[in-house]
Nanobody, 114 residues
Framework: VQLQASGGGLVQAGGSLRLSCAASGTFFSSYSMAWFRQAPGKQREWVATITGGGSTIYEDSVKGRFSISRDTAKNTVTLQMDSLKPEDTAVYYC?????????WGQGTQVTVSS
């Protein structure tokens, strides 16, 4: 499974960004997909998950602001980020879990200015 993340950038506080992660693999619809982020000097932390069945789970600090979705026809997972805050600044990574194995994409930088 190969993952390609895109969509990061610089945005002012209160703004929005949309991250996308394109995945290879025949059985994408069955993968559990997640977004993580890592701020400078901090450990990587989980942000959101969408299961193969379409259930979504969010880390508390992003609930109501972020939305994860998937398009099985395009083999992509998207993270819509609204009402961004400076503390959302981080490198964002997508992850796929397939067959009990985790696959990571390269990160995409999100910077939120105050």
């Amino acid at each position: 499974v190969q993952l390609q993340a895109s969509g990061g950038g610089l945005v002012q506080a209160g703004g929005s960004l949309r991250l996308s992660c394109a995945a290879s693999g025949t059985f994408f619809s069955s993968y559990s997909m997640a977004w993580f982020r890592q701020a400078p000097g901090k450990q990587r932390e989980w942000v959101a998950t969408i299961t193969g069945g379409g259930s979504t789970i969010y880390e508390d600090s992003v609930k109501g602001r972020f939305s994860i979705s998937r398009d099985t026809a395009k083999n992509t997972v998207t993270l819509q980020m609204d009402s961004l805050k400076p503390e959302d600044t981080a490198v964002y990574y997508c992850k796929a879990r397939a067959g009990g194995i985790d696959y990571w994409g390269q990160g995409t930088q999100v910077t939120v200015s105050s």
